[in-house]
């Protein structure tokens, strides 16, 4: 077994409707557990690996909070919804030069709070886009990101950041329906009343092979 060490980049040909490129990856060991890709996330993954810095399969939301918020309570919630959802504990190494899925048991999320007092709206606009563009590390991630401002212009604002490979609009549409129920469990430790997920994404890739 490689150490860490020894894991380096190399360039592996893949062929999109009978064309072959050439892109550089992250090769990491054989031995870790892993799942396949579905045929949409192997699309998703070379075209992220022919621009890496880029970040066109960035998917954004923010929304305005009102009523004040406590960002360790926010925090726990958010942790709670990567626990809740086996998507957002993925990242995606090359096995061997090939793409795979590896899902970590547990991942923490770290909120990220930044206080926003005597910004301009502008300012606020500039900060938010920035972080909606930054490109993810689909081989370390993670590949959910969220930003807290308070003290801003219009109350606080909250921003998730997600890769495509691991959601859609509707999906992260589902997510910031539970935050909320989740953010109350936290803060007064009643039990969220959410249905159980649906079938894991990697158990849809299996069916689909």
């Known amino acids: 077994m490689r150490t860490a060490s020894e894991f380096g980049r190399e360039r592996h040909a893949f062929a999109v409707s009978g064309t072959m490129f050439n892109v550089d ?3 990491q060991d054989s031995d870790e557990c892993i799942e396949r890709l579905s045929y949409g996330q192997r699309s998703l993954w070379f075209l992220h690996h022919l621009a890496p810095e880029g970040a066109a399969y960035n998917i954004a ?7 004040p918020v406590e960002p360790d309570v926010l925090e726990r919630a958010l942790q709670a919804l990567v626990d809740r959802h086996t998507a957002l504990r993925t990242t995606f190494p090359a096995i061997d030069g090939e793409p795979c899925q590896r899902i970590a048991e547990d991942r923490c999320l770290s909120l990220r709070h930044e206080d926003a007092t005597g910004w301009d709206t502008e300012r606020l606009r ?10 993810f590390d689909l081989a370390s991630g993670p590949l959910l990101r969220v930003t807290l401002w308070t003290g801003g212009p219009g109350g606080p604002l909250i921003l998730l950041v997600i890769h495509h490979i691991i959601a859609d609009f509707w999906s992260l549409a589902i997510l910031m329906r539970e935050l909320p129920v989740l953010y109350r469990e936290a803060a007064t430790g009643t039990p969220a009343r959410l249905p159980l997920p649906g079938l894991a994404y990697e158990e849809h890739v299996r069916l689909e092979r």
């Open 25 to 27: 990856v992250e090769v």
């Open 61 to 67: 939301a923010a929304a305005r909070l009102l009523s």
């Open 126 to 135: 500039s900060r938010l886009a920035e972080e909606a563009w930054r490109p």
